[in-house]
């Protein structure tokens, strides 16, 4: 859960390219747990970076996502 909250946090101070390092990794801890709270907290960050689908990490990370979780358009 926390690496999830740290990549919101990164999210807000160092912008996507970072943060989707540390996304990555929470998602792996999530896939492997099962944790839903994980999975809420990715589910987050995805809303958030909705706006920035140009970003190449911000695709890597839905792409990632879309393969483990539906989320919203």
Do not use: K, Y
């Not at 989707?20 to 896939?31: G, L």
């Amino acid at each position: 859960m926390h690496l999830a909250r740290s990549a919101g946090a990164q999210l807000r101070a160092v912008g996507p390219e970072q943060d989707e390092i540390t996304a990555i990794d929470a998602m792996s801890v999530a896939v492997t747990s099962g944790s839903g709270r994980i999975f809420g907290e990715l589910a987050s960050l995805d809303h958030q970076l909705q706006r920035r689908q140009t970003v190449a990490e911000v695709v890597q990370f839905r792409q990632a996502l879309d393969s483990v979780m539906l989320h919203e358009v």
